[in-house]
């Protein structure tokens, strides 16, 4: 019994971590570009573009989840595609959640820098790829903020994950929504169990971003 | 000393909008030469900085272009300078990323460029740490790191005390003689202009209203705008008039004249400028020059090193220095009556009616 709820464990875990994951770099090739472009150009609608940002930085999950689903869903615009009930669908939904997150955070630190940092770059004569390095060395402390945000945010989420995931046995369930499961059946031991290991995997993950983050500040 | 245009502004027209309103640039020709030291003065808000950011190709001219015929990199050090992350040994080195150096080329030439400016012991050093001056030798020391053919200096003096001044201009000077770049500098400091210029272009308005050698500006403004800018700060209205000896003064009033040099005909209006270190309090020793008249003592400032002393003569208010700490300086009091006193070349006559315009 206690090796297979073990197995049972280990497999959701590599799930979550594989689900989340992918989520997390999606958000993060999309929302750091996009961050740094919000903070560095100004153009028309920026103002309405930053402030839909910050809107999607407090949206609350379940309604992410419902928005999504509503997207997917078989007579939906989407539904051809066949992705709910799938880890896609839950890959999709915690980028939606994770990206204002990354790009509010990018944005506010490349905002922070001051206005003629850039100049100055340029006037070094920099090729494009250097100054990039430069300004991305410069906001690293924002940078790492943004990866801890996006993580526990990706992470603790359960709400949109058993919407759109349904959390089907070996295909769907990740700890959030197993801890769910396993409370609404009062196994009580197995939840505490999947809870452990995800505040494990938060505190090993936030704290080595932590540790990477604080290095350069020596 | 200085040799063919490295850059050459004409007809530039530089458009600038902010909430606080608009602002033009508009300079007709202007040439950095080879080799030279360029200071550009004015009051704020004339176009200063903007001048310099346009030289750098950092603003997009409405109209005209700069045309550079330098060979090496053009920098500009901004009056703000930024640190990097990092070290200062890494700031330094930031400069040099990308350009192919083997390491120990690149390591060879940051350390020089600390050791020039004085901060190599700093190169371990986070770069947010360091207080407004060490920023300051940092940020030239990574200009210089690149080997410049053309430094643009923003106010490199700004927020630092009068030791700290002193130090960065001879180290300056220095940096300047041994690589042979050149040097535009927006400065408002007028001692540390001239410790370092060949040349000076005053911008007034958006506009350059005088660029000559150094000593030409200084000793010949074109108006009056132009001597306030470059310390010729006593300027007194008149007109000529011949003087019993035959030669000609300006008269200021009935009662006070000052005697010039001058070709100009008798009935112009004019005004006398004088520098305050040429205004002479006559103690009687002679050598002062010529007696002026009577002016009363307004007040005696004295930082330690120079004092200067204001003074009321014919209803204006003229200004001398004195050295600190020494005889005059420590006797007058405010209220005191004393003999004003000026040789007649050092006095420069501006036609009143003579309207602005650059020359070359």
């Known amino acids: ?218 | 000393m200085s040799g063919a245009a490295l850059l050459s502004a004409r007809e530039l027209r530089v458009e600038r909008r902010s909430r606080r309103g608009s602002f033009t640039l508009q300079i007709d020709a202007l040439d950095l030469r080879a080799g030279e030291v360029l200071a550009i003065l004015g009051p704020n808000g004339a176009g200063k900085s903007t001048l310099l950011r346009a030289l750098a190709g950092l603003e997009h001219p409405a109209r005209g272009a700069i045309d550079s015929a330098a060979a090496g990199p053009i920098t500009l050090v901004f009056q703000r300078p930024a640190a990097f992350a990092g070290s200062v040994a890494h700031n330094v080195a930031a400069a040099l990323l990308g350009r192919g150096l083997e390491r120990a080329q690149l390591e060879r030439r940051v350390r020089e460029a600390l050791e020039r400016f004085e901060i190599a012991s700093l190169a371990p050093r986070r770069a947010h740490t360091l207080s407004g001056g060490e920023l300051r030798r940092l940020a030239l020391a990574r200009a210089f790191v690149l080997a410049p053919a053309v430094l643009l200096l923003d106010e490199p003096f700004d927020d630092l005390d009068a030791s700290g001044q002193a130090s960065l201009s001879l180290d300056l000077r220095r940096a300047i003689g041994d690589t042979g770049v050149a040097v535009a500098m927006v400065t408002h400091d007028l001692r540390r202009a001239l410790l370092l210029a060949d040349r000076i272009a005053v911008l007034l308005e958006g506009r350059l209203a005088q660029i000559d050698r150094r000593d030409s500006v200084l000793e010949k403004p074109r108006t009056p705008e132009i001597a306030r800018v470059v310390g010729m700060s006593n300027l007194v209205r008149g007109v000529v008039v011949a003087a019993p000896d035959g030669g000609r003064r300006v008269e200021v009033d009935a009662h006070h004249a000052i005697p010039v040099r001058t070709a100009l005909e008798t009935g112009c209006g004019v005004w006398a400028g004088i520098r305050p270190e040429h205004l002479k309090i006559d103690v009687g020793r002679g050598g002062s020059g010529i007696a002026i008249g009577k002016a009363v003592v307004r007040s005696v400032v004295d930082d330690g090193v120079a004092a200067s002393v204001a003074l009321a003569w014919a209803g204006e208010e003229l200004h001398t220095h004195l050295l600190a700490g020494r005889g005059l300086a420590r006797s007058l009091e405010p209220g005191a009556l004393v003999v004003l006193a000026v040789q007649p070349e050092h006095v420069h006559l501006i036609p009143v009616a003579e309207a602005p315009r650059a020359a070359g």
């Open chain 1, 1 to 218: 019994m206690a090796t297979l709820e073990t197995a049972l464990i280990v497999e959701i875990t590599l799930r979550t971590l594989a689900i989340c994951g992918a989520a997390l770099l999606v958000s993060l090739a999309l929302g750091l570009p996009l961050g740094i472009a919000l903070g560095r150009r100004h153009f028309g609608g920026r103002v309405a573009l930053v402030s839909l940002v910050n809107s999607g930085m407090g949206a609350p999950p379940v309604v992410v989840g419902l928005v999504v689903a509503l997207l997917l869903w078989r007579h939906g615009p989407l539904g051809v595609l066949h992705l709910m009930y799938t880890p896609v669908a839950m890959v999709v939904a915690q980028i939606v959640i994770a990206l204002p997150l990354v790009v509010g955070i990018t944005l506010a630190a490349v905002g922070a820098l001051d206005e003629d940092w850039e100049l100055q770059v340029r006037t070094l004569g920099l090729p494009p790829r250097w100054r990039r390095g430069l300004l991305l060395c410069e906001i690293r402390l924002g940078l790492l903020a943004a990866v801890i945000a996006a993580m526990g945010g990706i992470l603790s989420e359960v709400g949109a994950a058993l919407m759109v995931g349904a959390n089907l046995e070996g295909e769907t369930r990740v700890l959030t929504t197993a801890i769910v499961m396993y409370v609404g059946m009062g196994e009580y031991e197995m939840a505490i169990g999947l809870a452990a290991v995800l505040m494990g995997l938060m505190l090993v993950l936030t704290g080595v971003l932590t540790a990477v983050q604080q290095s350069g500040r020596r």
